[in-house]
């Protein structure tokens, strides 16, 4: 439409496409970012292209009993907003108009023809907030409610109850509402969990697990069955553990959830990833690195050789540091192949191989098939064994860049498990260039912050002496809305690097226990986990009880 119209050049969309896949913004947000086209230009042209009509929701007032057509939980999960109802057909602005596959799921919960106008997308969002302001609780309490009426005629045991279940109305929109509420709140998992007496549903946010309202114990099948249609699994298997995907748009967003099923002894078990580009910046400037471990960092990536491992527990953020570091080096010159378990985001430009064990595609296999195909740069997704790394290490000395990944408390330690695999101290001083240790700890939310005159036993939790650091301010949360009265609202990284330098080589070599080369380290000049985040606390980002749980 936009090449047809001499408004934009093929290059121009393939640029724009680029910075969609790589931010996750919506696509009419990239074309206004590169200039290509004004926002009430191209509103025109889409309602041109369309057959229909541009409205300016500024000059309209949707009646009562239009708004009751379709319900808050549809309205905000796709962006829409009911406008008018015409000889049984209702006229709706939505935030992505193009978007057909909406329109027939919108045709099919409210059983009317639906005809798609165009508007402003943050006037749209506007009047959700001003005409829908319960939010999400009420559409939730009302769901539920509705789903017990289900209770007297479902039987459990029989296929065709459950296949009629999962597929109706209250189903299907219950889904849709836990799927939004949870990118709503900027989940990073939601469990599913039948218990004998109870179905949880919880969703993992900044790193802590909450329970919403739980729906009937009765309709777990079915909700599970649902959530296993729409990823694409076989909802007839329920005695093995199944991994599939969903792709969806919420109010414009694509967002990817992983999926992962789990038989226990009440039912399979589900666990989702939320995988959202739009609130996670793969960037090196924007995960929190303190500006001179930045640069540090920034000069290990450019090496042409060498092993840069980034380590710290499950959910630490290593995978997104190491999508940071190959953005960072990513270029049409070098050829990158990574090999992940699975493959999170897609990334332009990388070579991207998933891990299945399940048919011997390991990651040492993998890394022996990548040193056949002319790569420049290599991430592996973790080190788990000894032949893994020696062939990483092999990779490294024969001239690749080798990105990976370790479980360990702290960056020297990284030494040590190497060690322990059976590496040889030798091998790993000839390739190991750096370290990056890292954590997650919860910021304080912005809009209910408080700042506080720190106590001398909050001083002394963490070492530190009130005269040196002089006269300063902690903070913490009181608890709000917006933070759902956690007091927190996203998450910020601290970091450990520890570089190899000549003399901590020799240490190595020697096999000096990880203790001491810390505090060689520490001499050289890096900064440990315990005092980046003491770094967050004075800075008022995070507080006292979030670092000292994390370090």
């Known amino acids: 439409m936009l090449i047809d119209a001499g408004i934009a050049t093929e290059e121009q969309l393939e640029q724009v496409y680029e910075e969609q896949e790589r931010t996750g913004v919506p696509f009419t947000d990239s074309l206004y970012n590169f200039g290509i086209i004004q926002e009430h230009e191209l509103l025109q042209m889409i309602a041109d292209n369309l057959g229909t009509e541009f409205i300016d929701l500024k000059t309209v007032e949707p009646h009562p009993s239009v708004l009751e057509l379709v319900p808050a939980n549809i309205v905000r999960m796709y962006g829409i907003l009911p406008v008018y109802e015409e000889d049984e057909v209702l006229y709706v602005v939505a935030v992505e108009p193009m978007n057909f596959r909406m329109i027939d799921e919108l045709h099919y919960v409210i059983g009317k023809e639906v005809i798609v106008r165009v508007a402003r997308p943050d006037d749209i969002m506007n009047a959700i907030e001003h005409f829908y302001p319960e939010g999400m609780n009420d559409s939730m309490t009302d769901l539920i409610a509705e789903m017990h009426d289900f209770e007297d005629d479902f039987d459990e045991e029989d296929d065709s109850d459950l296949e009629e279940l999962m597929n109706s109305t209250p189903i299907v929109r219950f889904v849709n509402v836990i799927l939004y509420q949870a990118v709503k709140d900027l989940a990073s998992d939601i469990h599913f969990e039948p218990f004998a007496d109870e179905f949880k549903i919880r969703y993992r946010i900044d790193g802590a697990l909450y329970e919403m309202t739980p729906p009937p114990k009765h309709l777990a099948n079915p909700v599970i069955s649902r959530v296993k249609v729409i990823s694409g699994l076989d909802i007839a298997e329920r005695r093995l553990p199944q991994d599939g995907r969903i792709t969806l748009r919420v109010a414009g967003r694509k967002i990817d959830l992983r999926v992962s099923t789990l038989p226990t002894q009440y039912g399979e078990s589900v666990v989702l990833r939320v995988l959202d580009k739009s609130v996670v910046s793969l960037d090196l400037d924007a995960i929190g690195l303190p500006d001179q471990m930045k640069e540090d960092l920034r000069t290990l990536i450019a090496k042409p050789n060498g092993i840069v491992l980034v380590t710290g527990p499950t959910g630490s953020g290593k995978t997104t540091t190491l999508y940071s570091c190959l953005k960072e080096i990513n270029s049409i010159e070098d050829k990158i192949l990574t090999a992940e378990d699975p493959v999170e985001y897609n990334i332009e430009g990388l070579m991207q191989v998933p891990i299945n064990e399940a048919v ?174 003491i770094r967050s606390i004075i800075d008022e980002i995070s507080t006292v009880e979030e670092v000292l749980k994390y370090t």
Do not use: W
């Open 360 to 533: 011997g595609m390991t990651f040492a296999k993998a890394l022996r098939s990548f040193l056949r195909q002319d790569p420049d740069r290599i991430m592996l997704g973790e080190i788990r064994d000894l032949e893994t790394a020696q062939m990483a290490i092999q990779a490294s000395l024969t001239g690749h860049l080798v990105l990976s990944t370790l479980h360990t408390n702290d960056a020297p330690g990284a030494i040590t498990r190497l060690v322990d695999m059976g590496v040889e101290p030798f091998l790993i001083t000839s390739s190991v260039e750096g370290i990056l240790a890292q954590r997650l700890v919860r910021r304080i939310c912005v809009n209910c912050k408080i700042s506080y005159d720190p106590t001398d036993v909050e001083f002394e939790a963490l070492g530190l002496d009130r005269d040196e650091v002089g006269d300063i301010q902690f903070a913490y949360g009181k608890g709000c809305k917006e933070c759902n009265d956690t007091g927190y609202r996203g998450r910020k990284g601290i970091y450990e690097l520890f570089i190899l330098t000549p003399i901590i080589r020799e240490m190595v070599n020697n096999k000096e226990p990880a203790s001491v080369l810390t505090a060689k380290a520490h001499e050289e000049g890096m900064r440990s986990l315990r005092e980046d985040g």
